[in-house]
C-alpha cells in the first residue's frame, strides 16, 4: 500500500493522507527505531563520541515528523475513524518514548560521553543537549535501584489515572448542573442570545421556560448581567462547590488531591528532592521556589494598592445600588456596569474596523518592519479549503513557511495554537526551513464580507503568530533545541505575549483597521477608549492571578503533604493576598485542572513570569521607536533564533543587558503611581 505519510518529501501531503495511513506508518517507524536504539545501545564505550546523539535526534525527528501531521489533523479534521486510529497509536508511541526514557544502557553512553575527554571540545549547545537529555533521564527515574524504580512507575501510573478522574469529576459536575427558571421576570438584564441559548436548551430537555447551565459561554454571562442578585448567588454556588465535599459523593474530588499531592511529593522524594516544586523547578528558568515565592509576593505588594481601589469602586458602584455588603456572586455584576460607564465599549462597533485582510497586512507589515521578511501566499498540499499556505522569504531566500486555518468549524478543536509541522534540521536535506501550523476559531466570512475580527481576536492572532516566530526564526539545526523546544516552560510564553503588545500600539493599529464600510481606518479616540479599558481593573486580576499561583507552589513545598489542608493554606493564601474574599465555602481548588490535570503543577506562575520577561523586552522597543530595526534584529538574534540551545536567562540577559525587571509590566498594567 502507498502510504503518503512515509513518501513525504518535503512537506507533508496532506490531502492524500487517511485514517488507514496511521497506524501502518507509525508501528513501521516505531519497529525501525527500535532496532536502530538495539544497535546503538550495543556501541563501544570506550569510543564513544557525538555521533549516537545525533542518531537518536534523527529517530526522535522521524517520529515527530510523522506523529505531527497526524496528530493536526486529529484535532482540525477530527471523525471517529480518525479518532480511533489516532488513540491507538498515541498509546504506541507513550510507550515507545516511556521505554526509551527507562534505557539505562542509552543512559549510560550519555553519562560515559559527559565524563570522557570528548565533551570539553563540544560546542556550549551540544553540552547543554548532553545534560538536558542526562537531566531528563534522571527526572524520568531512571537512575533508581530496581525496587525504587517499580514504585516510581506505580505511582506515576496513579498520578495519571488520580488526574483523569479529577478532570473527569469537573466536568460531569460542570455537565450535569442544570437550573430552569419559569418565571421570565427573574431573568432581566441577562442578553439576548444567552437567553435564546437557554431557552433552545429548555426544549431539548422537555422542560418550559429557560435552562441555564455551568458551561462559561452561558455561566459568565449570567454572573455578569443578571439583575437577580439571588439568580446569580445561586449559579455562582453551584460553580463554586462543584467536585467537592458539598456535592455528589462520586464526583468529590477532596480525596484525589491529597493523593496527587502525596504522590507527587512521594516521587519528588525518590528522585532526591525536598518536596515537588523543586523537581517542577529543575527544568524551569526560575532557580528555585523560594525565588517564585519572593517573586510572586513582591508583585502582589506592588498590585494590593491598585487591587483595594477597584475593590472600593466596586463597593460603591454596588451600594448606589442598594447593595451593602458586596459578595463574591456581585462582583463580575457591577465590574460590568462600572466598565460599561466609563468606557462604553462596543465589540461590534470595534469589529468593522478589524477585517481579514486589513488586519494580515497589519501583522505582516510589523514582522516585516521588525525583522525584514516578506510574507508572501504560496501553493501546497492541504487538509481543507479554507487553508492557506505562506512562505516566510528573506533575500529571496525561503526561511520558513506556514499553514494558517482560521475559522471554526465542525470537527476542528476550539481554542487557537501554533504547533511545530516540521522543525528545522540538519538531517532534512529536502526542507531545510522550519513549518508551522497556525490555527484558530474564528468567525468565518459572511455571504461577500471579509470576516471580521473583535479587537481580542486580533490579540489572539499576533499571540500565536509569535509562537510561530519563535518557531519560523530559529537558525539552530539540532533537532533537541530547534525552535521552542529544549526552552524552559515557564520562559516560553515570552515570544508570544511579546507579540501582543504591538496590538495596543497606535502607530500599528492606524495601518492595520480599515472600517469595512467607510473604509477609513479606526479613529483614534475610538482606540483611547480601548486603551483606557486595557487596564480595568488590573489590580485585582492581577492578585487573583498571584493568588492561584502561590497556592499552587505552597502546596508543592509541602515535603509531606499527608498532613496539608489545602483549604486552610488557601485561606492563609488569601489573607496574605487577595481584596475580594469568597465565602467559605468556596472551593476552587476542587476545579483547578491546571495543576491538578494539566501540566501547571508548581508552575501556575509561569504565566506572570513570562509575562515580566514579554513586557521586560517590549519597553526596549518602547525606548528605541515601537517598530526598531535594530532592536528587532537584536530580539530575533539574541532570543528567537536561539531557540532552547542556551539556558532563556542567558538569552534574556544578552538581550536586555541585565537580569528582567518587574518594572515595565507594572507599568503596562497600569500598577505605578
Ligand atoms: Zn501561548
Known amino acids: 500500500m502507498n502510504n503518503p505519510i512515509l513518501e513525504q518529501i518535503d512537506l507533508p501531503i496532506f490531502d492524500e493522507i487517511k485514517a488507514e495511513h496511521i497506524y501502518p506508518a507509525i508501528t513501521t517507524i516505531i519497529i525501525e527505531n527500535k532496532t536502530k536504539i538495539k544497535e546503538i545501545e550495543n556501541y563501544e564505550i570506550s569510543k564513544i563520541d557525538y555521533k549516537f546523539v545525533d542518531e537518536l535526534s534523527l529517530l526522535d525527528y522521524k517520529l515527530s515528523n510523522a506523529w505531527s501531521q497526524i496528530g493536526h489533523l486529529n484535532s482540525v479534521m477530527n471523525s471517529d475513524l480518525y479518532r480511533g486510529e489516532y488513540n491507538k497509536c498515541r498509546e504506541l508511541i507513550t510507550d515507545f518514548y516511556s521505554n526509551l526514557s527507562q534505557n539505562t544502557k542509552i543512559f549510560n553512553l550519555y553519562k560515559e560521553l559527559k565524563k570522557s575527554t570528548i565533551f570539553e571540545s563540544l560546542s556550549a549547545m551540544q553540552q547543554k543537549i548532553i545534560n538536558d537529555e542526562i537531566k531528563d533521564f534522571k527526572l524520568g527515574g531512571v537512575d533508581l535501584d530496581e525496587d525504587k524504580k517499580t514504585t516510581f512507575k506505580e505511582l506515576q501510573s496513579k498520578l495519571a489515572k488520580l488526574s483523569s478522574r479529577f478532570e473527569e469529576n469537573v466536568l460531569d459536575e460542570t455537565n450535569n448542573y442544570t437550573l430552569n427558571i419559569t418565571d421570565e421576570s427573574l431573568l432581566d438584564g441577562i442578553p439576548k442570545d444567552i437567553l435564546e441559548s437557554a431557552k433552545a436548551l429548555a426544549k431539548e430537555n422537555d422542560q418550559k421556560g429557560h435552562t441555564f447551565t455551568l458551561h462559561f459561554p452561558c455561566y459568565i454571562p449570567v454572573l455578569q448581567y443578571a439583575k437577580n442578585r ?32 502525596s504522590h507527587r511529593a512521594s516521587i519528588a522524594r525518590l528522585l532526591g528532592f525536598n518536596n515537588y516544586a523543586e523537581l517542577s523547578i529543575d527544568r ?37 445600588d442598594g447593595v451593602e455588603e458586596l459578595e463574591a456572586w ?47 501566499e504560496s501553493k501546497a498540499s492541504i487538509w481543507h479549503t479554507d487553508v492557506k499556505y505562506y512562505e516566510l522569504l528573506q533575500d529571496n531566500k525561503i526561511i520558513g513557511s506556514f499553514y494558517l486555518d482560521l475559522y471554526a468549524r465542525k470537527n476542528k478543536r476550539g481554542g487557537a495554537w501554533m504547533d511545530e509541522c516540521i522543525s528545522k534540521t540538519k538531517f532534512n536535506e529536502n526542507i531545510d ?19 471580521l475580527f473583535t479587537h481580542d481576536e486580533v490579540i489572539t492572532l499576533f499571540h500565536e503568530c509569535g509562537h510561530g516566530l519563535h518557531h519560523l526564526l530559529t537558525e539552530i539545526s539540532e533537532f533537541n533545541v530547534s525552535g521552542i523546544k529544549g526552552v524552559e516552560w515557564d520562559a516560553v ?62 502546596i508543592h513545598m509541602e ?72 532592536v528587532g534584529a537584536r530580539f ?17 540577559i544578552k538581550f536586555k543587558g541585565r537580569e528582567p525587571s518587574v518594572d515595565a509590566l507594572l507599568r503596562h498594567n497600569g500598577l505605578t503611581a
Open 284 to 320: 524551569k528558568m526560575a532557580s528555585n521556589p523560594d525565588e517564585v515565592c519572593s517573586f510572586l509576593r513582591d508583585l502582589s505588594n506592588k498590585a494590593k494598592p491598585y487591587g483595594l481601589k477597584d475593590f472600593e469602586e466596586l463597593k460603591e458602584a454596588a451600594k448606589k
Open 330 to 376: 456581585d462582583v463580575a455584576f457591577y465590574s460590568e456596569i462600572i466598565k460599561q460607564n466609563k468606557y462604553n465599549i462596543n465589540d461590534q462597533e470595534i469589529k468593522q474596523f478589524f477585517p481579514e485582510n486589513k488586519v494580515f497586512e497589519g501583522l505582516f507589515n510589523v514582522i516585516k518592519n521588525l525583522y525584514d521578511i516578506d510574507i508572501i
Open 493 to 554: 510564553e515570552l515570544p508570544s505575549q511579546f507579540m501582543e503588545n504591538f496590538c495596543w500600539d497606535w502607530n500599528v493599529i492606524k495601518n492595520m483597521t480599515q472600517h469595512i464600510h467607510t473604509k477609513e481606518s479606526m479613529p483614534k479616540e475610538l482606540f483611547n477608549k480601548l486603551i483606557a479599558s486595557k487596564n480595568f481593573q488590573s489590580g485585582m486580576q492581577s492578585l487573583r492571578q498571584i493568588e492561584f499561583a502561590l497556592f499552587d507552589m505552597l
Open 433 to 451: 526551513y522550519p513549518v508551522a501550523y497556525l490555527t484558530c476559531n474564528f468567525s468565518s466570512p459572511i455571504g461577500n464580507n471579509p470576516a
Open 636 to 652: 530575533r538574534r539574541e532570543i528567537l533564533s536561539v531557540g532552547g540551545s542556551r539556558p532563556a536567562k542567558e538569552s534574556f
Open 230 to 261: 439571588n439568580l446569580r448567588k445561586e449559579m455562582y454556588e453551584a460553580y463554586a462547590k462543584k467536585a467537592s465535599e458539598f456535592s455528589d459523593k462520586k464526583f468529590d474530588n477532596t480525596t484525589i488531591i491529597k493523593d496527587i499531592l
Open 559 to 630: 515535603s509531606n503533604p499527608d498532613n496539608l489542608d489545602v483549604i486552610s493554606t488557601l485561606e492563609s493564601v488569601r489573607d496574605e493576598v487577595a481584596v475580594v474574599r469568597p465565602p467559605n465555602w468556596n472551593r476552587f481548588p476542587h476545579s483547578f485542572s491546571h495543576i491538578f490535570a494539566g501540566g501547571y503543577a508548581a508552575g501556575y506562575y509561569s504565566y506572570k513570569w513570562a509575562e515580566v520577561l514579554s513586557a521586560d523586552v517590549f519597553e526596549e522597543f518602547e525606548n528605541n521607536g515601537v517598530l526598531s530595526k535594530d
